[in-house]
């Protein structure tokens, strides 16, 4: 998490905790989400969940990290058979512009 | 609101097969296995009753299960619901003549009934999981 | 094969005798560890035998104690230089029965029993007594049930 | 000296140890268990010095207080499996179980008086033993649970006398003496009625 | 104690509790996917957890009260002082393997006051497993031995000079691997919570008091981990930590999905069998060494 | 001695029954079998009724062999009124009964797994078995208790694409159910856990006569009925299979064994199948009379002994399941098993039915109970 | 550095009691649960019986008064075995809290019971062997007894650790020799039973503590 | 260690399961040859109210309701008896009800219907008259010279035969009556084989056994103290004491036959002035309620004996028999019946005169005859005579 | 020094004759064997000058006698 | 002390190589008088005493227990 070397070593937890408990939030939210549809699965990407888990793919980097946790936690969430694409496609986003980032600022 | 979901979300079921010929109970056990598992809807089959919120009933209820079935019931902590499943379950289905009781509802509340001789592993696990509304709400009606 | 062993294993029957020998080998070990008696030792006796007909208090005068924590001693010095009257009575007396004057209170082990070693005394009576009421128990309600 | 006495009674320990493990008798197992003590015992002794001999007595008493308690399991052990145990009485008529036992109680009672202690105590509680049951076997009941019960609680009484003097000694410097003839007093009352009493059980 | 102490002590707790029971959500859904289904999200053992915390709580007549109600909270609180023992001060190895021989208490407790047979049973087998920590002791030793001390931040700050003890220790190392195995759920040693005994020492715990357990168990597994990683890898940092907890994570549920319930005889011995390697391991340091 | 009850509902069991497992420390040494959870008075409901009736009630005294227990019955109905069944229909019953019997193997064996608690392959074999549970879905038009069976015949017909289908879902089931053995065979903690354990001798089978894989298990080859059977006289690939050893493993792998041989039958069947033509149904008339139908379900040996009148009327019924025997070989089991959780499992190698067995009595001597199996 | 910090002694002539943050810590579990255990009561317990209705089983108030005054001792002997910082004290300490254990269950008149406490017991004799035989070697190796002292000495006292381990395994019940005491868990009556637990758990641990401090 | 390996090894070649494990669209819908629980009213105009799917159910699941649509009775499943069998939809005789394909690829094969009422009709009572095989809706009722016949395994048992039988010779074996005699034959034996079977004469009567109902369930024949040979349907040795009438499910051991009008208001009656005297009805009638009129030579029905059947009227060339109301009949019927009295008194008179007559001629005419026979014998024995000696020569030379 | 050696010989030899001296299954053989023992612990005490611990353990051992033979007497015999 | 030391090795070997009871108890006996001798060799005269009077009490508890054997092991 890029912003937790700023702060104390206290804070940092707290505002990790905080970040935990948003992402769980939006594992809870994609969950009731996901349940809206038939139980076995159809292969179609989801909007709302693409939508969300790039948004979080970007804000992850951002000092609104703690939406983000949300955002991303939301496709994650989403039941079995939903949602790992959009998180796969969120995750990839976050990593690239993690490395982009890091290879900008050390090199 | 966090209560009503996380009731609705995870869910231990008791399976009492009440003197049924198996078949539900075997079907039931096709919903563990990885074709239907009943797992990634967050239900564990777990035969304990004090653990318990979904009271899976299969079988006609024979005499000695009458007060068992009673004492189980009371085991189960609230909130807590009934779900027949079979015809036996329902109605005493073939065996309506036989040592038995008929039909579950006769001793407690029966909130969801899932028919068929026995029914499918999908139609069970979509009762199962129609019933976890009625699980959340439970409380209300419970002060009512 | 291995499994059955160890099911064997859990037979309580099994485990005084299984400990027993257990114990026994490492106590055959224990034959070729060097044993050996280190001299600089607390509470010393002089040689053996040697107060025989000398002293009244037969083997158990002492001039010097050596104690664990020296910061006790003076305190511990009270208790050895008293001897009771009946003690002193029979010292009085005669040369042989120095063991009957130092088992009472006064008395060198005494010192060591009742003051310096008081809590070894006080669990050994401890378990005398929780022995004892576990006798009485089973005795008098053997009828019972 | 030293080295010889722990060598033997290593042995002792092994050889006795291996009769416990390949015994298959419970009770066999419990009387080797005596031969155990000798060999602990000796191990303890063979320091020589006097904190060895304060260590001796608990040893003694641990084995001893040990043995009781167990044996008496194993007999209501028995008798919960169903067996029947030995329960009847033989009248003994012998000359010496009516004269000498009022004697020599006597003696050794007025001894372990002056001894004190845990030593004066077990001289007491051997005189009254062999008091008891002598009365016991020449078919006098003495003593009934009520007065067992009584003596039990007597001895608690003398054990917390002892407690009270044990404590002393670190809280009241100054009154040491005090406290040690009520730590003597005390032993020698809880030891003796506690031993003596296994005289009068059957 | 100033505020921002307990506001970090507060903090930790929120963090052990989460990572732990989202780590033990994880575990369950990688035990799934080897088992070829779909499996639980992975925030299920947290939604168990809410559950039983929400849920109705009645006494059975034949607990044997206050030990009953008491078993629980004393669950939680030998966690929370282990976790702050162990990641807030760094204290002794001997105090927090203590506290770990504690939970057998707790167990046994659980089990035993509540007058059910199975409960009795779960309790009896802990009894078992608890003399099965000898290969928890032999490790202490080990580490002792190697590092003269046992106090944590002393061990870290040895690994920092000379290493992780894990290439060291490797025996020792995989005995502790064990203990964390016969922690998580699932796992070959848990006779305690075997399926033949319904569900062990819990039988007679529902609701509130299970909720209670659920969250001293997701503490629990957050603190053995770590402490795993700090004492056999030299990491002592949480944040730095995570990624270790996720991987032994994986390994564990692998272990765990491919292996049957051991009898309970077996389990113990197994355990011993382990427990004397590490012991032969610490008697060769003693004499060589 | 502190006895535990186990049951009756209990994680592991899937049927009500409660055995009272007298314990010494962790070790059982006796157990008392209590029944009567399931007693619904079969057969006394039967008795009055019509034969086609009766037929769906003996297809659920269980649900797992439902299939079996009806092509008994309807063969001694059959045997008694004299009726020969079509050509198409025979082999259709035989196709239905293996592919029931390999269901039935797994389950129980996925049962074993589950109850030593090895989530993993017991998963794996419930994966396989839905297999043949669509096989038997496509076949019969249910998946358990299909009503299959008719008097003279079977309900329905199988067409070229299943059979086509058939052979493909059994081809791929061959594959994975090697695997699954393999694995079974060579995981050394399974072994821990069923080697050895709950050990019948050869000899003991004499006392409790014990049958099916059970007694085959202990080296008993010709305890298997369709030795005797005339369908199976016919068949090539079909010969019993036995092993010595009498543990919970040996159990099992007479199970692995049967199920390989079933699906060499299966596939000689279903040529045979196609090589002959004709309806499979035919008209029939029940005659009275009474007669008996042996059988070998996937437990053991089955009975069914009746008394019909004209027009198919049972008058009186009479079944023998094979759990009954098998439970009374539990108790020699229990000497071998040292722990509750290896008794456990014990039970459930035995594959138990308790549904088809109710006949525990109580017999009261002299104020003290004796119990008769 | 094992116990990390001392906080005060407690003299009792030679034998001394140390509170350390281990010792203190097992001292007040000890403690705690010696009152829980005198607060608690017995769980009644549903039995099934052979060959008839189940039976709930319940102590009577005799058995019940005998068995907490047992569990007290062992727990009050826990408390101190925690603190003593004597080789010799501790080891009377551990048979204190055998035979304790041995009450606790010996009041339960049950054949399986009865039989495990009495193997048990015998364990818990032969145990005294190595247990004392190892504190007079080590009073003769080094010439002191206390641990205190022990700590600073250097010798090689690696049979005499081994021969107490030992004594201490059979005293409490360590794995391989866990089956006598595991049969006695089996009795009823729960915070006796505990107490028995909770204090062969503390004493190993603190076993295990004395074992690296000497 | 070597099991996690093997394990992996295994894992590996399944990963791509693994990754993919989810459920599956086909096993949530089900296919198409599974039997859907309950069945469907496919063509419900179709229905012909017959109960033939109610009797069939095993569990009891199908009830028949008045529907107002329809305006019919139409079957109403349980969704929670019904066990998904299929006797229903086999066993409808017109295609009403259908579970998934299941009829439609059934349809034309046999099918052995169960029925929970059993029809069977006594040949006993049988009047012929056929009108149970005009009612049957699915024609399985056979003509057979001694009685009519009913296709057991193919009834659907609407009960219209048994409706429409105008003497009650149509039996219904129920199921609760069967298991009624059943039990109560259990007990019986029980006593028999215990010997406590209190054998005393409670029958003055000989039963015997009617082969067109008997079941051949052998309740008498095991509860019987004589001999009951089932084979030939006789009872060989009777005691008289009446058991086996009572364990007897269908009633086909008994001791007497009566046949009794179900309609006893209405009455067949021949319309005089039609009449053509052929006698048709007079031949065909069972019960011998046709009598044929003295005066004017024409048959007429006797009322009491009449069962209304309605065979004469059917068989009658010109239609001259109609059903009407007893009391109608009676009064018309009366005067027949008086004037067959009178006449038939007169008759006897006149027969018995006739007799007596007769018997004196008869006396005259034997001796007259008597005498001519003996001449003749005469004669004839001596030609006889005559004609052997000669021929008795022949032989004796031969 | 000689009462060591003795005490020492009478322990080993009690120690032996209690294993395997004749007929010891009898176990009131096996007693008076080990009594042998019990002797060469007191000689053993006398020679390290250990008066008090052997006055005691003369002393007791008449209570560990009663304690064994009563033992002996309740369970032996009948089985 | 000669004495003494034959008393007790003698003794000693007797018991252990008698086999009835009453001549171990002699044997026992004379061993004692031999540990008796050596108390008093060294001039502990008060454990010589109460030696005198302490063994004899054992002897006599396991003789009457003997009795009481003999008897059980006939009736």
């Given amino acids: 998490m890029p912003y937790i070397t700023y702060l104390g070593e206290r804070m940092d937890l707290f505002y990790f905790n905080l970040t935990i408990i948003s992402f769980i939030f939006g594992n809870f939210v994609g969950l009731e989400y996901s349940y809206r549809y038939p139980p076995y699965h159809e292969k179609r990407i989801d909007k709302f969940a693409l939508i969300s888990s790039i948004l979080g793919g970007f804000l992850l980097l951002t000092p609104l990290y703690i939406i983000g946790a949300f955002f991303i936690g939301f496709p994650l969430g989403m039941r079995s058979g939903y949602g790992r694409i959009e998180f796969l496609i969120g995750l990839s986003i976050f990593v690239i512009l993690y490395l982009i980032r890091w290879w900008y600022v050390t090199g | 609101m966090i209560k009503k979901f996380v009731r609705k979300r995870s869910i231990h079921l008791c399976v009492v097969n009440t003197g049924g010929c198996n078949g539900c109970d075997v079907e039931i056990v096709s919903c563990l296995a990885p074709r239907y598992d009943i797992e990634q809807y967050g239900i564990y089959v777990h035969n304990n009753p004090r653990e318990a919120d979904i009271l899976v009933i299969s079988g006609p209820t024979t005499l000695p299960w009458i007060d068992r079935v009673k004492e189980l019931y009371e085991k189960v902590p609230e909130p807590k619901i009934v779900v027949a499943v079979g015809a036996c379950a329902l109605s005493g289905g073939i065996f309506k003549e036989g040592h038995v009781l008929g039909g579950i509802e006769k001793i407690i509340p029966v909130d969801v009934k899932i028919p068929g001789c026995p029914p499918r592993p999908s139609e069970i696990i979509e009762g199962i999981l129609k019933s976890v509304h009625l699980l959340a709400e439970k409380e209300k009606r419970l002060k009512k | 094969m291995i499994g059955k062993i160890w099911n064997y294993l859990s037979k309580p029957e099994l485990v005084p005798r299984l400990f027993a020998i257990t114990l026994a080998i490492v106590f055959i070990f224990g034959l070729f560890w060097p044993i050996y008696k280190d001299n600089n030792q607390l509470y010393p006796k002089p040689e053996y035998h040697s107060q025989a007909l000398k002293t009244p208090l037969a083997p158990y005068d002492r001039s010097i104690v050596k104690a664990q924590y020296p910061q006790y001693l003076p305190d511990l010095g009270k208790i050895t230089s008293y001897l009771t009257p009946i003690a002193i009575f029979i010292k009085d007396r005669t040369l042989f029965f120095g063991t009957t004057i130092v088992s009472t209170p006064g008395g060198i082990l005494d010192e060591i029993l009742y003051y310096t070693r008081g809590m070894d005394t006080v669990l050994e009576s401890s378990i005398l007594l929780v022995a004892f009421i576990i006798f009485t128990w089973l005795y008098w309600n053997r009828e019972r049930d | 000296m030293f080295y010889e006495t722990v060598i033997i009674s290593f042995i002792v320990g092994i050889l006795s140890l291996f009769a416990i493990g390949v015994q298959k008798n419970n009770l066999h197992a419990l009387i080797l268990t005596d031969l155990l003590e000798c060999s602990l015992l000796c191990i303890i002794a063979a320091v020589g010095t006097d904190l060895a001999e304060a260590l001796i007595l608990p040893g003694l008493v641990v084995s001893m207080a040990e043995i009781l308690a167990i044996a008496e399991v194993l007999v209501v052990r028995e008798k919960v499996r169903g067996k029947k145990l030995n329960d009847f009485k033989i009248n003994f008529d012998l000359e010496i179980l009516r004269t000498s036992p009022l004697f020599i109680s006597i003696i050794l009672v007025i001894y372990g008086a002056i001894l004190s202690g845990f030593t004066g105590g077990a001289v007491i509680a051997s005189g009254l033993l062999y008091y008891f049951f002598c009365k016991r076997v020449l078919g006098e009941n003495i003593i009934n649970r009520v007065k067992w019960v009584g003596i039990c609680g007597f001895s608690g009484i003398a054990w917390s006398l002892w407690i009270v003097g044990f404590l002393g000694f670190y809280l009241f410097p100054k009154y040491w003496l005090v406290f040690l003839l009520f730590a003597g007093l005390g032993l020698v009352i809880k030891v003796c009625s506690k031993l003596g009493l296994l005289g009068m059980a059957e | ?289 | 001695m502190t006895t535990v009850p186990i049951g009756p509902i209990h994680p592991i069991f899937k049927e009500p029954l409660r055995i009272k497992l007298v314990l010494d420390g962790e070790r059982p040494i006796d157990a008392e079998i209590e029944m009567g959870y399931v007693h619904r008075g079969i057969e006394k409901i039967m008795e009055g009724k019509h034969v086609h009736k009766g037929l769906y009630l003996a297809e659920r005294v269980c649900g797992i062999c439902s299939y079996v227990q009806s092509f008994t019955f309807i063969e001694c109905v059959e045997k008694i009124s004299k009726i020969e069944i079509p050509e198409k229909a025979k082999y259709l019953r035989i196709l239905t009964c293996e592919l029931e019997r390999i269901h039935s193997h797994l389950l129980i064996i996925a049962m074993y797994c589950l109850s030593i608690e090895h989530e993993t392959l017991g998963m794996w074999i419930l994966n396989s078995r839905e297999r043949i549970m669509d096989l038997l879905e496509m076949i019969t038009g249910n998946r358990i208790n299909t009503g299959y069976n008719i008097l003279g015949g079977v309900r329905k017909d199988i067409d070229k694409e299943m059979i086509t289908k058939i052979y493909n879902v059994l081809d791929k089931f061959e594959d994975e159910i090697k695997t699954i053995r393999e694995a079974f065979e060579t995981a050394p903690l399974v072994k821990l856990r069923s080697r050895d354990i709950g050990i019948l001798k050869y000899f003991d089978i004499m006392k409790t006569r014990a049958v099916g894989p059970v007694a085959r298990a202990s080296g008993l080859e010709n305890s298997d009925v369709r030795l005797r059977y005339k369908y199976y006289k016919e068949l090539k690939t079909y010969k019993p299979v036995s092993r010595k050893e009498g543990d919970n493993f040996a159990r099992n792998i007479v199970r692995f064994d049967e199920i390989e041989i079933c699906i060499k039958m299966i596939r000689e069947v279903l040529e045979l199948y196609q090589e002959v033509g004709g309806p499979i149904r035919e008209k029939c008339e029940i005659k009275g009379g009474e007669g008996e139908n042996r059988f070998e379900a996937h437990r053991g040996e089955l009975t069914y002994k009746m008394e019909l009148t004209n027009h198919g009327f049972i008058k009186r019924i009479m079944i023998r399941t094979p759990t009954t025997m098998n439970l009374a070989a539990y108790r020699y089991m229990l000497k071998t098993c040292p722990t509750v959780a290896d008794a456990v499992a014990t039970y459930v190698s035995i594959d138990p039915c308790i549904s088809c067995t109710e006949k525990t009595l109580y017999i009261v001597e002299d104020g003290k109970i004796k119990y008769i199996w | 550095m094992i116990d990390g910090g001392i906080f005060g002694i407690v003299p009792f002539g030679d034998i001394i009691f140390k509170y350390s943050m281990f010792s203190t810590i097992g001292f007040v579990i000890a403690i705690t649960f010696t009152i829980l255990v005198y607060l608690t009561k017995p769980e009644k317990q549903l039995e099934a019986q052979k060959f008839g209705e189940d039976k709930l089983i319940d102590i009577p108030l005799h058995e019940l008064k005998n068995r907490r005054y047992m569990a007290i001792v062992c727990g009050i002997a826990t408390a101190g075995a925690m603190l003593t910082q004597d080789i010799f004290d501790f080891a009377l300490f551990l048979t204190l809290v055998g035979i304790a254990n041995i009450g606790i269950v010996s009041a339960v008149k049950r054949e399986h019971v009865l039989n495990a406490s009495f193997q048990y017991g015998l364990t818990s004799i032969i145990a005294t062997l190595p247990l004392f035989g190892a504190s007079a070697l080590i009073l003769a190796k080094t010439g002191t007894l206390s641990i205190l002292e022990l700590h600073h000495l250097n010798k090689n006292l690696l049979f005499e650790k081994i021969l107490y381990g030992l004594g201490m395994a059979g005293e409490t019940g360590v794995a391989p020799y866990y089956a006598a005491k595991a049969e006695m868990f089996r009795a009823p009556g729960s915070p006796y039973i505990l107490m028995i637990h909770l204090s062969s758990l503390l004493l190993i641990v603190r076993t295990v503590e004395i074992l690296l401090t000497i | 260690m070597a099991s996690p390996l093997w394990y992996l090894y295994i894992i590996k070649e399944k990963i791509k399961n693994i990754i993919d494990a989810k459920p599956n669209k086909s096993s949530y819908i089900p296919p198409d040859r599974y039997r859907k629980v309950p069945p469907i009213l496919k063509y419900p105009k179709k229905c012909i109210s017959c109960e033939a799917c109610k009797e069939s159910c095993p569990a009891f699941a199908i009830e028949m309701y008045y529907n107002n649509e329809y305006k019919k009775n139409l079957p109403n499943i349980d969704v929670d008896s019904c066990i998904s069998c299929a006797n229903c939809v086999e066993a409808c005789p017109t295609g009403v009800l259908e579970i998934d394909k299941h009829r439609l690829e059934t349809e034309g094969l046999f099918f052995y219907i169960p029925k929970s009422h059993t029809l069977m009709i006594d040949g006993e009572k049988c009047v012929l008259c056929g009108q149970c095989k005009e009612v049957c809706p699915i024609d399985i009722i056979i003509e057979k010279p001694d009685t009519y016949f009913i296709e057991v395994s193919k009834c659907i048992s609407c009960k219209e035969c048994y409706k429409t039988c105008p003497v009650g010779a149509i039996i219904i074996l129920d199921e609760k009556t069967h298991k009624e005699k059943i039990n109560r034959f259990f007990e019986l034996k029980l006593k028999k084989s215990f010997g406590e079977l209190d054998i005393s004469e409670k029958i003055n009567k000989i039963p015997h056994i009617s082969k067109y109902i008997c079941i051949k369930c052998g309740n008498c024949k095991e509860i019987c103290p004589g001999e009951i040979d089932l084979n030939n349907y006789k009872v060989v040795n009777c005691l008289y004491c009446g058991y086996c009438l009572e364990v007897c499910p269908t009633g086909a051991i008994r001791t007497e036959v009566k046949i009794e009008a179900k309609n006893k208001e209405e009455t067949y009656y021949i319309n005089e002035d039609q009449c053509i005297g052929c006698r048709i009805c007079y031949k065909v009638c069972k019960v011998n309620a046709i009598e044929i009129s003295k005066e004017i030579k024409i048959p007429y029905i006797i009322p009491d004996k009449c069962v209304t059947c309605g065979l004469c009227a059917k068989k009658c060339p010109v239609d001259a028999i109609t059903k009407v109301k007893k009391e109608v009949a009676e009064k018309t019927v009366k005067k027949r019946i008086i004037e067959n009295k009178i006449i038939e008194i007169i008759e006897n008179d006149i027969k018995e005169y006739t007799k007596k007559y007769g018997l004196v001629k008869d006396y005259l005419e034997n001796i007259l005859k008597n005498k001519i026979l003996e001449e003749l014998k005469k004669y004839v024995m001596e030609e006889t005579k005559k004609i052997m000696g000669e021929n008795g020569d022949k032989r004796k030379n031969n | 020094m000689i009462s060591l050696y003795v005490g020492l010989i009478l322990l080993l030899i009690g120690c032996i004759g209690a294993l395997f001296g004749p007929k010891v299954d009898n176990i009131m053989i096996r007693l008076l064997n080990i009594e042998v023992s019990a002797v060469g612990v007191m000689l053993i005490f006398l020679s390290f000058d250990e008066t008090l611990a052997l006055m005691t353990y003369i002393a007791i051992n008449a209570p560990l006698t009663y304690v064994l033979v009563r033992t002996i007497i309740k369970l032996e015999g009948k089985k | 002390m000669l004495v003494s030391v034959l008393c007790c090795i003698l003794g000693g070997i007797g018991v252990i190589l008698h086999t009835n009871v009453i001549n171990k108890l002699i044997m026992l006996s004379l061993m004692e008088t031999g540990i008796i001798g050596f108390i008093a060799y060294y001039y502990y005269l008060d454990v010589a005493i109460l030696m005198a009077i302490c063994s004899p009490i054992s002897n006599i508890i396991i003789l009457l227990g003997y009795i009481k054997y003999l008897e059980l092991k006939k009736g």
């Avoid at chain 5, 001997?94 to 770990?100: H, M, N, Q, S, V």
């Avoid at chain 5, 930590?241 to 049957?260: D, E, K, R, V, Y």
């Fill in chain 5, 1 to 289: 104690m100033d505020f921002n102490e307990f506001f970090y002590l507060i903090n930790l707790t929120v963090y052990a509790f989460l990572i732990g029971s989202l780590l033990l959500g994880l575990h369950r859904k990688i035990m799934a996917k080897i088992q070829l289904r779909p499996g639980p999200p992975i925030i299920q053992y947290l939604l168990h957890t809410l559950k039983f915390y929400f849920k109705e709580i009645t006494f059975p007549i034949t607990a044997g009260n206050p030990l009953y109600i008491f078993m629980p909270i004393l669950q939680i609180i030998v966690w929370l002082s282990a976790l702050i023992l162990a990641v807030k001060l760094e204290s002794s190895l001997l105090i927090i393997i203590g506290l770990y021989v504690l939970q057998k208490i707790v167990e046994h407790g659980c089990g035993l006051s509540s007058g059910s047979p199975y409960g009795k049973l779960g309790g009896v087998r802990s009894v078992f497993s608890a003399a099965a920590e000898i290969p928890l002791f032999a490790v202490v030793s080990t580490v002792y031995i190697v590092t003269n001390s046992l106090i944590i931040s002393d061990i870290v700050s040895y690994q920092q000079i000379h290493g992780p003890l894990i290439l060291k220790l490797p025996i020792s190392a995989f005995a502790f691997f064990i203990l964390l195995v016969s922690k998580a759920p699932n796992s070959p040693f848990g006779i305690v919570k075997g399926k033949d005994i319904v569900s062990g020492y819990l039988t007679e715990h529902f609701g509130l008091l299970a909720g209670l357990i659920y969250i001293g168990d997701a503490i629990a597994y957050f603190v053995l981990l770590w402490l795993f990683i700090a004492i056999f890898l030299g990491i002592s940092n949480i944040f730095l930590a995570l990624p270790f907890m996720i991987l032994i994570t994986f390994i564990i549920s692998i272990i765990n999905g491919l292996t049957p319930l051991l009898a309970p005889h077996h389990s113990v011995m197994l355990q011993i069998t382990i427990a004397i390697v590490v012991l032969l391991d610490l008697l060769h340091r003693v004499i060589f060494l």
